[in-house]
């Protein structure tokens, strides 16, 4: 169903990426896609990709999964790609009609379509080897060194899990009244800007007033449980850095000075 | 009758005030939470291009319940519903901007937020809502203009500087204000219907 396909990228396997440490992992993914932005050349974005298809090989996830992930990027993909192709000025190879098709052009596109696929397969190698869970624990670990500067860290980690927790719920909901909502004639997706934004309001006042509902009940709930805002609490797993942990950094260094580094083709 | 002695709304107001007492931390960050969730979810139901011409200029309703919470909780609040949003939209795999998008749409989204949520400052009347959703839009359209400066070239690297100018002042800009204004409209009539249900927030 549609509801798995929303955080429905994460698979359980034994693979060896499931068992990366989650602070590591969310620091690693970040960094190379940091990282992306200031390769150059085309051949550094090549070892880039084989290293993307190894450890998505490594994942042990299914193709149709990969591809599914780039079906939201694939109109600015194309987008991109012809705006660039057709565009850029320079030596004309191939001219048809108005259009024409430089060298640089089509330098500049394989450049572009290479940097949006590495940015997603990345993001899908962390997502799919990570469950929520392990990414709320790993993303309030990284973010805690900003206590010094009194971030409130553990708010905005109790706010992405309780987030985490209702997005399935609220789409359940969400669902539920649109259909309602239908048999009672109301039309969504039809109309001018102004009426498809307003045909809304019957879906967004329930899911509203129904938020604020379950804010109250919840906060009722934890606070007879003895909850406390910004409290150190324990944790039922620790995470750990292993020699596995080492060798991955080691790994993704290696590979990040390996691809600034070769020549430009 | 004469009704001028009247004082229409008390009892509401006074409600108003009482309620905001009883509210607590714990259930403001729990609110955001779910109104980041919500956010998310409809962020995911109801995307629809604005201006024909450029499609990948997207907007939705997800903006709503982000600037509900700036409203009623402030400013704070509102960038960490835009925040935790923009981190769920990347862990599900990511709208067609990426890392990218999400940045620009947190550094959009929050700079409304914080310009809207300081100027109601949670008293809630038309006067000071309106104020604050013009001048959050305005100052949104205003901060996209650096930001998209620096971000539309790293997604077309061979755009030239004309280019980009003419696109940022016809195109992104025009999008940056109406996009505002229908989340203007939309949002404070979510908020008068909240409104008159009475409720406490």
Redesign the interface.
């Known amino acids: 169903m549609r509801k798995r396909s929303f955080f429905g990228q994460y698979n359980f396997s034994d693979s060896l990426l499931c068992k990366l440490d989650p602070r590591v992992k969310i620091v690693l993914v970040f960094s190379i896609v940091v990282f992306l932005f200031f390769v150059k050349t085309i051949s550094g974005y090549i070892l880039l990709l084989l290293f993307s298809i190894f450890l998505i090989l490594l994942a042990k996830s299914k193709i149709s999964d990969v591809f599914r992930s780039l079906a939201p990027i694939l109109f600015l993909l194309l987008f991109t790609v012809l705006f660039q192709l057709f565009f850029t000025p320079g030596k004309v190879v191939y001219s048809f009609f108005f259009l024409k098709v430089t060298s640089e052009g089509i330098y500049l596109a394989t450049y572009i379509a290479m940097r949006l696929m590495l940015l997603s397969f990345f993001t899908f190698v962390l997502t799919a080897t990570t469950s929520n869970i392990e990414l709320t624990d790993g993303f309030e670990a990284v973010i805690s060194p900003l206590k010094i500067v009194r971030f409130p860290t553990e708010d905005v980690a109790l706010m992405i899990s309780i987030a985490m927790r209702f997005v399935p719920v609220l789409f359940e909901e969400a669902t539920r009244i649109m259909k309602a909502q239908t048999s009672r004639g109301v039309l969504f997706n039809k109309g001018s800007l102004m009426q498809r934004a307003r045909s809304f309001l019957p879906l967004l006042l329930p899911l509203l007033l129904n938020a604020f509902n379950r804010a109250d009940q919840l906060a009722i709930a934890m606070e007879a449980r003895g909850f406390v805002v910004g409290k150190a609490r324990t944790k039922y797993r620790e995470m750990q850095i292993k020699k596995i942990d080492l060798f991955f950094i080691f790994l993704f260094i290696l590979i990040m000075a390996a691809s600034i580094m070769v020549k430009r083709i | 009758m004469d009704r001028s002695g009247e004082k229409p709304e008390p009892t509401v107001k006074s409600g108003w005030k009482e309620e905001k007492m009883k509210r607590?931390?714990?259930?403001s960050?729990?609110?955001?939470?779910?109104?980041?969730?919500?956010s998310?979810?409809?962020m995911?139901?109801?995307e629809?291009p604005?201006i024909p011409a450029a499609?990948?200029l997207k907007t939705d309703?997800g903006d709503?319940?982000l600037l509900?919470g700036a409203v009623y909780l402030g400013p704070w609040y509102g960038v960490?519903i835009a925040?935790?949003?923009n981190?769920?939209f990347?862990?599900?795999?990511?709208?067609?901007?990426?890392?990218?998008g999400s940045t620009v749409n947190f550094i959009a989204l929050s700079s409304f937020a914080i310009v809207l949520g300081s100027i109601v400052k949670r008293t809630i009347n038309l006067k000071r809502l309106l104020l604050g959703f013009t001048a959050g839009t305005v100052v949104m359209a205003l901060v996209m203009i650096p930001v998209n400066f620096w971000a539309v070239p790293?997604?077309?690297?061979?755009i030239?500087r004309p280019a980009l100018i003419s696109y940022l002042f016809k195109i992104n800009l025009p999008f940056n204000l109406i996009k505002g204004a229908?989340d203007t409209?939309?949002t404070v009539?979510?908020l008068t219907?909240?409104k008159k249900?009475n409720?406490s927030?």
């Open positions: 607590t931390k714990l259930r960050i729990i609110l955001a939470g779910i109104l980041a969730a919500l998310f979810v409809l995911r139901f109801t629809f604005l499609p990948f309703l709503i319940p509900i960490a925040f935790v949003k981190l769920l990347l862990a599900s795999g990511g709208g067609s901007g990426g890392l990218l790293l997604f077309l690297p061979g030239t229908l409209i939309t009539v979510t219907a909240i249900r409720l927030i």
